[in-house]
């Protein structure tokens, strides 16, 4: 048997999606006077054709098994007589020479998932909805050329924060740990996630949540250049709790809206993430971020924040914002 579920999107961040798509519905040569001049037989075609595009996208979910809901916060469906001059690029030599209505489409949403798939499917229908109008009239119809063009949000945004994998190091601020008493999961759970958006995890250790020995190794990674330093642990408000302490003292400059992201993701799971007193900022050229030292805090907090962070480094630097 084949178990098929509906993926799992509770762990990515709001962000701005957007995505381009573009097709054609080729026609015979004939056909273009007709709709210039309005004289088809069911009348306007370019508006009509748009809003079976629109009511497409907003059906995606109930046609698709797998599409969750988006909120289509923005689309456009734009309609061009085919110009060999102007869509030769996006057709090729052979298809731009040839008579049709070429139909480009962006959509706009906020949220967990991208927004292709609706505006993929508004072009589809508009296509189609262009074919039934002009069925009467022309026996040569075609529809062709679906395809994105583009889209951005999410992992297709990933590379534009940094041009080569940045270097990271892993610290693990706990006393049982340090002990051997306990077994470290959130540190390895940090370690992974970084792997995982490429990034080149160079050091990962383990002291007691003491403040001279978490701000010794900072220190000795701020010296190597380590370009951004993770810790987890001694986060919360316990009598043991030494690491934001540590970390703070150290820091030369605050970035308080990253450890607000992580906060205020954590919150939408759960009441306990407003215990963290995480924070994060850089000192010299290095960025360093506080994680919860439980394994869900840890890596709900770099779900809230990765890969966009990296963009800190460009920003430390000197290079814009």
Not at 112 to 141: H, S
Not at 256 to 285: C, F, W
């Amino acid at each position: 048997m084949v178990n098929c579920g509906m993926r799992d999107i509770s762990h990515k961040p709001v962000t701005l999606r957007t995505a381009k798509a573009a097709g054609v519905l080729f026609c015979s040569a004939e056909t273009i006077p007709l709709i210039r001049n309005g004289q088809l037989p069911k009348g306007n075609l370019f508006d009509v054709a748009r809003a079976a595009g629109f009511l497409g996208a907003k059906q995606v979910p109930q046609l698709l098994p797998h599409c969750h809901p988006v909120a289509i916060d923005g689309m456009e469906l734009a309609f061009e007589f085919l110009d060999p001059a102007t869509h030769g690029e996006l057709l090729g030599e052979t298809d731009a020479a040839r008579s049709g209505i070429v139909i480009v489409g962006e959509a706009r949403s906020i949220g967990r998932t991208g927004i292709e798939m609706e505006i993929l499917t508004g072009v589809t229908i508009a296509a189609l909805e262009l074919y039934d109008m002009l069925k009467p009239v022309d026996k040569q119809l075609e529809i062709g050329r679906i395809r994105l063009l583009e889209k951005t949000g999410g992992k297709s945004d990933r590379q534009r924060y940094f041009a080569t994998p940045p270097t990271c190091a892993v610290l693990v601020c706990s006393d049982s740990t340090a002990a051997g008493k306990r077994e470290d999961k959130s540190g390895k759970i940090i370690r992974d996630m970084l792997q995982a958006v490429n990034a080149n995890v160079v050091d990962y250790v383990v002291v007691a949540d003491e403040k001279t020995a978490i701000q010794q190794q900072v220190r000795k990674w701020v010296a190597e250049d380590v370009q951004f330093i993770f810790t987890t642990g001694g986060t919360g408000l316990g009598p043991r709790d030494n690491t934001v302490t540590a970390v703070r003292e150290l820091l030369e400059r605050d970035a308080d809206g990253i450890a607000e992201a992580m906060r205020v993701y954590g919150q939408q799971r759960t009441q306990m993430a407003m215990m963290s007193r995480g924070v994060a900022g850089s000192i010299g050229h290095t960025l360093v971020v506080t994680l919860p030292g439980s394994s869900d805090g840890a890596r709900e907090s770099l779900e809230a924040i990765l890969p966009a962070v990296f963009h800190a480094r460009k920003m430390m630097k000197g290079g814009g914002h």
